[in-house]
């Protein structure tokens, strides 16, 4: 029994009735107790009156989980998966389902305004309406984790039980799309009939479009063994494909760089981005976003929000495989993009020239350039050296952007280092982290010359404690 278990064990059950007030960014209700000590309540709502048991317990703070309900949240609601809740092996994908959708959208957009200010010293001057999509069947791209569990004598394929490293015993799925959850206990019994049961710890998962359309139309599995697949196995994955349209298998016998379609034909994985006729090739294992419905959206509110002129250069931070960079390239006069990635820059690049050659004579894709450069390095010098642009993109990971926010703010505060560089009109910055989001607007409201003018969350991971947002900044 470890320590922690033991603490657990030996906690007791609380008889103080607790005043639930908010809800943080794990999900978990805030609450006081009698002697001001703060609680964090796993399954509790604002508003809400509770007990609970008590996990952990430090000198400034506890955190437990909900027994007992007095008072009942308006925004309480049925969760729409028998997997999700408190008990034992409940799946750890979720966190919210027990909130109303609306309620934790403004959930997540307290949790960036709140961020903003108090981390970066930032408010907007105008918050955005809240980009939504579909609650459910939206996840296109998912790590599943594969356990053959010799005690049940079965093979489990899902997400990981709350707060566990054990695999949930899951036989549906509703935020995978319908065509993904119902192969959830078909693979089950797929992996369990393999001579490698034992060896096939993962199954990544990533959904394209179909052909000239935006259903989806590829299912494609990447399935990692730790040793060679017999003949046999291979037959059974094969067999498995044809009889599961849509089903592309990929194998990866160690790092990405090994991932490779066991059967070449069949669609291309894709996705589109029917605002600007761009279509976007890309390997499964590519970064792409998870939901292709926010993601259409996504892409168009930005560019509108960046207001590119056709006489307008414009810089794409952390580029990606041109997520933004093509659509730029159907508004601007010349875009320059800049990933870490070199992979990525030749995914860039080929999608960059397969949707050239798709272009209309009339309005071909404007002259567009990707550069691969490590941009947790970036100094003034490397800013300056890239020339001047009229807007930038910012899109980074959750790590954000501190170097370029940096580079911005102390080319501002030494003009001498400028030359003739000016900084962008505009910038707009789509983040997964509102921690590190509000760490690099602090530094360019407070020390860049720039104005936060919008900011809003974008609703990508329904039901969990994700938030992606957007912000935008105008030179002051």
Request: charge should be neutral.
């Amino acid at each position: 029994m470890t320590t922690e278990t033991a603490e657990k064990k030996a906690l007791p059950l609380s008889d103080e009735w607790l005043q639930v007030e908010s809800l943080d960014l794990d999900a978990q209700g805030v609450a006081h107790k009698s002697d001001g000590k703060v609680v964090f309540i796993e399954g509790a709502l604002p508003f809400e009156e509770v007990q609970i048991k008590v996990l952990r317990k430090k000198n400034n703070w506890e955190q437990g989980v909900l027994t007992a309900l007095r008072r009942e949240s308006s925004q309480r609601v049925r969760p729409g998966c028998q997997h999700f809740g408190l008990h034992a092996g409940a799946c750890g994908g979720c966190k919210m389902q027990h909130l109303d959708i609306a309620a934790q959208v403004a959930v997540k957009q307290r949790a960036l305004e709140d961020a903003l200010w108090h981390l970066g010293k930032v408010k907007p001057d105008n918050v955005l309406r809240p980009l939504e999509g579909p609650a459910w069947h939206y996840r296109y791209r998912a790590r599943l984790s594969v356990r053959h569990v010799i005690k049940k004598g079965a093979v489990l394929i899902g997400f990981h039980e709350r707060k566990s490293s054990y695999v949930a015993d899951m036989t549906e799925c509703p935020v995978l799309p319908v065509q993904v959850s119902d192969l959830l206990v078909p693979l089950r019994g797929l992996i369990e009939s393999m001579e490698a049961r034992q060896t096939c710890p993962q199954i990544e998962l990533a959904c394209g479009d179909a052909p000239g359309g935006t259903m989806l139309g590829v299912i494609a599995l990447v399935l990692r063994h730790l040793e060679p697949l017999s003949a046999a196995d291979v037959a059974r994955l094969r067999a498995f494909a044809l009889e599961h349209p849509g089903v592309q298998w990929w194998l990866q016998s160690k790092g990405p760089e090994t991932v490779k379609l066991l059967d070449e034909g069949g669609t291309p994985l894709s996705y589109e981005l029917p605002d600007f006729g761009i279509s976007m090739p890309f390997k499964p294992t590519d970064f792409t976003q998870v939901n292709p419905h926010i993601n259409r959206v996504l892409v168009t509110r930005a560019l509108r929000m960046l207001d590119v002129r056709r006489d307008e250069r414009v810089i794409d931070w952390f580029c990606g495989l041109g997520n933004f960079t093509l659509p730029l390239a159907t508004h601007a006069r010349e875009v320059l993009g800049i990933e870490g990635s070199d992979t990525l820059v030749a995914r860039a690049n080929e999608n960059f020239d397969r949707n050239q050659a798709a272009a209309p004579a009339s309005r071909p894709l404007s002259p567009t350039r990707f550069v691969s450069r490590n941009l947790f390095d970036m100094t003034p010098e490397m800013l300056v050296a890239d020339g001047r642009a009229d807007r930038w993109l910012v899109d980074p990971p959750r790590e954000g952007a501190f170097a370029l926010a940096k580079a911005v703010a102390d080319l501002h505060q030494q003009p001498e280092l400028r030359g003739d560089w000016m900084p962008p009109k505009r910038i707009v910055y789509v983040s997964c982290n509102p921690a590190t989001l509000a760490r690099d607007a602090g530094l360019l409201v407070h020390q860049g010359g720039y104005r936060c003018s919008s900011a809003g969350v974008i609703n990508m991971f329904p039901h969990t404690a994700h938030v992606e947002s957007m912000a935008v900044f105008d030179l002051a």
